[in-house]
């Protein structure tokens, strides 16, 4: 059952000390006025009473800091929240527990878990997270605050199951990789599970993302291979392209009739010029290719 919260409003603190103020000055004048006249057990006892009940109301007055809220509860019953701050007096009778509704930075453990792909990985997040039913947070869970450590925890773990932890595909959505769409989900699954507790997360992001250690060194070197190819690729990509350049624009001039032997040479060593990681070491040929 979900507990709906009602903000209430109660007296003015500055106002009602004043009253009662002025009810002690009139209690203290009448105890001399009853002492002036004679014993009288009839008018000792009901100032007693009025005493007492002027002393209990004295505990009525309660102060309020800015985005501080206090729920008030009779005898069980929940009566009303008061989030305006400052001086204030409500029935002497009311507890009257404060929420703070301040944004509040919790930094969740590391964990341990394994991606989509079951490849076990650590990861961590800080949440940024506020109350905003007072009702919900006091009264639907035991303890709203180890509420919201366990869920995140969990809403983790989960996440990090959707998802792998790097791409071997163009486009596919990654830990590593994809960090907005993934704090995103993240704070969509955590506001889903904090509504419970009249919680409201305001963002989600990951402060830890690494392989686990026993992979840690294996999934480096593929990722340094995968690097290797790609850069590979692109610089073949480039050659290629400057070698079909050269022999387009040497046709086009008529600088230097080649046939099929002289061009695929011309390549060959355009190539190996182009694709070697190391500088090329000229060799001056004085024979022929036909001698």
Not at 144 to 158: D, G, K, N, P, T
């Amino acid at each position: 059952m979900v507990t709906n919260e009602r903000e209430v409003r109660v007296m003015n603190g500055w106002a009602m000390l004043l009253l009662l103020l002025g009810a002690g000055v009139g209690l203290a004048r009448w105890f001399v006025e009853v002492l002036g006249s004679g014993p009288n057990a009839t008018y000792i006892i009901v100032w007693t009473l009025a005493t007492m009940v002027w002393a209990t109301l004295l505990a009525g007055f309660f102060t309020l800091q800015p985005n501080i809220a206090a729920v008030l509860v009779l005898f069980g019953r929940y009566v009303g929240t008061v989030k305006t701050s400052g001086f204030h007096w409500a029935n002497p009778f009311y507890s009257k527990p404060r929420v703070s509704l301040r944004a509040r930075n919790m930094n969740a453990e590391k964990i341990k878990v394994n991606d989509s792909r079951g490849n076990p990985i650590e990861i961590a997040a800080v949440i940024v997270w506020r109350v905003t039913n007072t009702a919900q947070a006091m009264f639907d869970v035991d303890d709203f605050v180890h509420y919201v450590m366990v869920q995140s925890e969990s809403a983790l773990r989960h996440l990090a199951s959707s998802y792998a932890y790097d791409s071997t595909e163009e486009g596919q959505l990654t830990l590593r990789g994809s960090m907005d769409e993934v704090s995103a989900t993240l704070t969509k699954e955590l506001q889903e599970r904090g509504g419970k507790a009249g919680v409201r997360v305001d963002e989600a992001r990951l402060s830890h993302l690494a392989y686990a250690p026993e992979i840690a060194h294996a999934m480096l070197q593929r990722q340094q291979a995968e690097a290797i190819v790609a850069a590979r690729t692109r610089i073949v990509d480039g050659a290629v392209g400057m070698v079909e350049m050269a022999l387009e624009r040497l046709d086009r001039h008529s600088t230097v009739k080649l046939d099929e032997e002289r061009r695929a040479a011309m390549v060959s060593n355009l190539l190996v010029v182009l694709c070697g990681d190391r500088a090329a070491q000229p060799v001056v040929n004085t024979g022929t290719l036909y001698s």
